[in-house]
């Protein structure tokens, strides 16, 4: 009965992720999840952090603050971790940003901004892209009264914008928090991680989901300023103290110490990408160029919702949004090469090509 529901959730339309089949075998190119294994060396530690399970893990997960810390040449001061990058997001938006002062986003982006907004009672300032899906900067450098948030690589476009640029909107608003979602940084674009000590108020989250194969255990971290990473845990500690189970914060652990491992899946993701996008513009489809483990297409002589049914009839999964703008594109995550042939292969087949 939804007259006991609060009215937040009655009024609520929330996120929806991307289908998890369980009735057929798909190829799966909907959800941007690695197509390769974790690193060899968290199966070891996840079965040795199986010994401990009887007790809480560690509330401030030092042990993987530390380890990330080390990564981006930081103390464990500068790092807070959580229950994936999500919860990292939600914990942010409820340190840093105010209903009096809208938060600005682009229209086209991640959705779980807005439902954040939504969900929080805040307010927004939405900025719509560009006719070509790129970020119209000037916007960002002068106009906002809030904080701002912006996916670099942005999803679902995969478009990046340079670090440097990044910083200077963040240099131009020092009394305003500045998040910069890396989820896909690893695949191409310029992280700005090393550098939250230049700058109090940036925050960058990350993500084990997608570059380091972890989508299942669901660890995410954010990078900033020490008076930062304090409100985050302040909200953490609100809520639930122990969002990051040990089993979690071992693999990612070790998934983050494996550096050779993790830039050999990430090159060949990134190659996997720029072959697949090469095809598909020879095929008639308009793409941007893409910085993520995501391509974002259409045809200009077919529908996306055409398009997305044929693949999902053939076995195929990818992901589309019923939105202004963007009706017709289709977001394609980047799987194996075998994957991807089959995906280029049943593209033909519906386009004739």
């Not at 896909?184 to 084990?208: C, H, I, W």
Request: with cysteine; charged share 25%; aromatic share 8%.
């Amino acid at each position: 009965m939804k007259e006991l529901w609060s009215r937040r959730v009655r009024d609520m339309t929330p996120y929806v992720p991307g289908e998890q089949p369980k009735d057929r075998r798909f190829i799966k190119l909907n959800t941007n999840e690695n197509p390769y294994l974790p690193s060899p060396r968290v199966e070891p530690a996840v079965r040795e952090a199986m010994e401990g399970l009887r007790l809480y893990p560690d509330p401030e997960c030092l042990a993987l603050r530390q380890v990330i810390a080390a990564r981006y040449g930081l103390t464990a001061g500068h790092v807070f971790c959580g229950n994936g990058s999500d919860e990292v997001l939600s914990f942010a938006f409820q340190a840093f940003f105010d209903k009096e002062k809208p938060i600005t986003f682009p229209d086209i982006t991640y959705t779980f901004y807005e439902v954040y907004v939504k969900y929080l009672d805040l307010t927004a300032e939405i900025v719509p892209l560009r006719d070509d899906l790129s970020l119209p900067v000037e916007r960002f450098l002068d106009g906002p009264r809030g904080g701002m948030v912006i996916a670099n690589p942005n999803a679902p476009t995969g478009q990046a914008l340079p670090a440097e640029t990044l910083l200077e909107i963040v240099r131009r608003h020092p009394d305003q928090v500045v998040i910069v979602d890396e989820a896909y940084v690893d695949f191409g674009a310029e992280s700005v991680a090393r550098r939250v000590g230049e700058t109090p108020n940036l925050l960058v989250v990350q993500t084990a989901s997608k570059s380091r194969s972890l989508a299942g255990l669901r660890v995410g971290w954010a990078l900033g300023d020490p008076d930062l990473i304090r409100a985050l845990q302040c909200v953490r500690d609100s809520i639930n103290s122990y969002t990051v189970d040990r089993l979690a914060a071992a693999g990612a652990a070790a998934a983050i110490a494996d550096e050779a491992y993790f830039a050999a899946t990430c090159q060949a993701i990134a190659a996997t990408r720029d072959k697949t996008a090469r095809r598909l513009r020879e095929m008639g489809f308009d793409l941007g160029d893409s910085l993520a483990n995501f391509l974002f297409v259409r045809h200009p002589d077919f529908p996306g919702k055409a398009l997305f049914d044929g693949l999902r009839e053939r076995g195929i999964l990818v992901r589309r949004w019923d939105l202004p703008r963007i009706g017709d594109h289709l977001r394609i995550s980047v799987g194996t090469e075998e994957e991807m042939d089959a995906l280029c292969r049943v593209l033909g087949e519906l386009t004739g090509k």
